[in-house]
């Protein structure tokens, strides 16, 4: 069965600190997408990325980046420079195909990043 | 700008009663869902839609009720038979039922039943 975990529950760091968050999943499929999704206190998950696979190729988007490894069913998100904006729960998630065709999304539960000025 | 709009943000409700929280969203997605949040644990599946007219049970559907007569309205029913109904719902949106398309989701309703 899919499953993800997010070992950390809450972190606090001060502003300009790097933060790594950690995803640990466990799938049997070989095709799955892995993603992170950002819940500001608004309450709304934003998408944050999504990767394939078959894709082991590190990401990076301006202070997010993001380290994925099948060798330790990892998919580990980094905010460099973190600032108070960041403050948010973060969620990873795993998507399996469901009768070679449909989706089963499961969301790990989450960590709360708490950036303080 | 597309989005997902649910409404209400807050709803109170007395045990026992019935109520309808709604989800309008304007991305023309196919596929859309009902997900629960409580507090400390991740998003649990209530109920999916593929395409109009049909819906499917996720994991924890008992208590739930919802319909899908329009591509862009999915409303969920929070029934009296649903035992702890007092939590965050999340309706999400995806362009087509499939593993690689990323969810989409609405503000959320806290639901409040006493």
């Known amino acids: 069965a899919q499953k993800v975990t997010q070992a950390q529950t809450e972190i606090s760091v001060v502003e300009k600190e790097d933060v790594t968050l950690d995803c640990v999943y466990e799938?049997?499929?070989?095709?799955?997408?892995l993603f992170w999704y950002k819940q500001p206190p608004s309450g709304e998950l934003v998408f944050l990325i999504r990767r394939n696979s078959f894709d082991e190729q590190n990401e990076i988007s301006g202070r997010y980046s993001w380290n994925f490894q099948k060798s330790t069913s990892s998919f580990n998100f980094t905010i460099t420079a973190s600032q108070v904006v960041d403050s948010a729960v973060y969620f990873c998630a795993l998507s399996e195909a469901k009768d070679n065709y449909g989706q089963n999304f499961v969301f790990g539960p989450g960590t709360r990043l708490s950036v303080l000025p | 700008d597309g989005g997902i709009t649910q409404s209400p943000k807050y709803l109170f409700r007395k045990e026992g009663q019935n109520v309808t929280l709604s989800c309008e969203q304007n991305l023309n997605h196919d596929a859309m869902y009902w997900y629960r949040q409580d507090p400390g644990q991740g998003l649990r599946l209530i109920y999916y839609?593929?395409?109009?007219?049909?819906?499917q049970k996720g994991d924890i559907a008992e208590g739930y009720s919802v319909s899908r007569e329009k591509k862009e309205s999915f409303p969920l029913t929070v029934t009296s038979a649903q035992k702890n109904p007092t939590a965050f719902y999340l309706c999400?949106?995806?362009?087509?039922?499939?593993?690689?398309?990323?969810?989409?989701f609405g503000n959320g309703t806290r639901l409040t039943v006493t």
């Open positions: 999400a949106s995806s362009s087509r039922y499939r593993a690689d398309s990323p969810l989409h």
């Open positions: 799938t049997r499929d070989t095709t799955y997408y």
């Open positions: 839609s593929q395409i109009v007219n049909d819906f």
